[in-house]
C-alpha cells in the first residue's frame, strides 16, 4: 500500500498514468476514491495522482485536534509532491479539497502548473458564518455520538447532497457507503480543525487578486453555498474562468463526471498549450457599454 510521510503522518494514495502530474484532492465526505472516474479518464493524458487526508484511513488518524487544520491540509499537497519528488503539478480539488487547492495556489504557487477549484464556498457567505460553525460542531459530535453509519445517512441527505440522490440513487449509494466506512474520529476532527477554523473566501480578496496561476472553478447551479463565493473567486482572480454545471449540487464530479471531466480536460489542455489568459483589462470598465482605453493586452502567460 502506497503511503508518503508528510509531517510524521502517513498519507495513503493511489496514482495511474503517466506524464504531467495532476493531483486530486478530496471533499470532506469523500476519500481518494472519490475521484475514481476522473483518474480513469484523465490518467489516459496525464500522472494522476489521488490520496487520502490525514483522518481517513488508510492514512493515519492523529489524535491531537491541532494535527487537522487548513494550513496542514495545504502543506500536505506539498509534502506529497516532495515525497513523490514533483516540482510542479496541475491540483483539482473539490469542497474541503478545493479549499485547500485554492491555498495551496496561494502559498506556493511556483508549484502549481493549474487550479480546479470545485463546490468551495461553504461557511464563507457573510452573516451565515457562526450558522454554519454551529452546524459543523453539532456534525462532529454526530460523528463522535452515533457512529459513522448514522452520521453519514443523515450527512449524505443534506440539502446540497439530495441532487445527486435523485438523479442517481446507484452513485448516491456508493458515495453514501464509502462515506460510511471512514473514521468517525477523523471525520469529527477535520470539521473542527478545518471547515470551522478556515477564513472565509470573502477574507482572500487581496490574495486571490494577486494570484496569477491558471484557475478554474466549477459549482453546482443548486450547490448555494458555493455559488457567491464562485463568482467572487471569478471577479478576484484575472486568470479564472468559472463554470456552472446546471441542476446539479455539491458533489458535482460524481453527479455528472462527464460534463465535469470535460471541462476539466479543455482547461487542462489549454493550460499546456499556454492558451490559458488573464481577463482582458479592458472588460473591467465599470460599464456594460462604454469601453476603456485602448491598450495592448498580452493574451498568453
Known amino acids: 500500500m502506497p503511503t508518503a510521510r508528510v509531517d510524521g503522518v502517513n498519507l495513503f494514495y493511489e496514482e495511474l498514468g503517466q506524464g504531467t502530474p495532476l493531483v486530486f484532492v478530496h471533499e470532506f465526505a469523500g476519500d481518494s476514491q472519490s475521484w475514481h472516474l476522473q483518474v480513469r479518464f484523465l490518467a489516459r493524458r496525464y500522472r494522476a495522482i489521488a490520496f487520502n487526508a490525514r483522518g481517513y484511513p488508510p492514512s493515519d488518524v492523529p489524535e491531537d485536534p491541532a494535527a487537522y487544520s487548513q494550513d496542514r491540509a495545504v502543506d500536505d499537497i506539498r509534502g506529497l509532491l516532495d515525497q513523490l519528488k514533483i516540482p510542479r503539478a496541475h491540483v483539482c480539488g473539490l469542497s474541503m479539497g478545493g479549499y485547500a487547492a485554492l491555498h495551496f495556489g496561494l502559498r506556493y504557487p511556483q508549484r502549481a502548473l493549474s487550479l480546479v477549484v470545485a463546490g468551495a464556498g461553504y461557511g464563507s457567505v457573510p452573516g451565515e458564518r457562526e450558522k454554519f460553525r454551529q452546524d459543523a460542531e453539532l456534525t462532529a459530535r454526530r460523528f463522535e455520538q452515533e457512529g459513522m453509519a448514522a452520521a453519514a445517512q443523515f450527512y449524505a441527505n443534506g440539502p446540497t447532497r439530495v441532487q445527486f440522490k435523485d438523479k442517481d440513487p446507484k452513485g448516491w449509494q456508493e458515495f453514501y457507503e464509502r462515506l460510511a466506512?471512514?473514521?468517525?474520529?477523523?471525520?469529527?476532527?477535520?470539521?473542527?480543525?478545518?471547515?470551522?477554523?478556515?477564513?472565509?473566501?470573502?477574507?482572500l480578496g487581496d490574495r486571490l487578486e494577486r494570484l496569477e496561476?491558471?484557475?478554474?472553478?466549477?459549482?453546482?447551479?443548486?450547490?448555494?453555498?458555493?455559488?457567491?463565493?464562485?463568482?467572487?473567486?471569478?471577479?478576484?482572480?484575472?486568470?479564472?474562468?468559472?463554470?456552472?454545471?446546471?441542476?446539479?449540487?455539491?458533489?458535482?464530479?460524481?453527479?455528472?463526471?462527464?460534463?465535469?471531466?470535460?471541462?476539466?480536460?479543455?482547461?487542462?489542455?489549454?493550460?499546456?498549450?499556454?492558451?490559458?489568459?488573464?481577463?482582458?483589462?479592458?472588460?473591467?470598465?465599470?460599464?456594460?457599454?462604454?469601453?476603456?482605453?485602448?491598450?495592448?493586452?498580452?493574451?498568453?502567460?
Open 181 to 203: 466506512a471512514g473514521s468517525a474520529r477523523g471525520h469529527a476532527l477535520t470539521l473542527r480543525g478545518v471547515q470551522m477554523t478556515r477564513p472565509s473566501i470573502f477574507d
Open 213 to 301: 496561476v491558471p484557475t478554474l472553478i466549477v459549482t453546482g447551479d443548486e450547490d448555494d453555498p458555493c455559488l457567491e463565493p464562485g463568482l467572487f473567486m471569478k471577479r478576484k482572480i484575472a486568470t479564472a474562468g468559472l463554470v456552472v454545471i446546471p441542476k446539479s449540487g455539491h458533489t458535482v464530479n460524481l453527479e455528472e463526471p462527464a460534463a465535469f471531466n470535460r471541462v476539466v480536460l479543455d482547461f487542462l489542455t489549454a493550460v499546456d498549450a499556454g492558451r490559458w489568459p488573464r481577463r482582458n483589462p479592458q472588460s473591467q470598465t465599470g460599464s456594460a457599454i462604454l469601453p476603456g482605453p485602448l491598450v495592448e493586452h498580452v493574451r498568453s502567460r
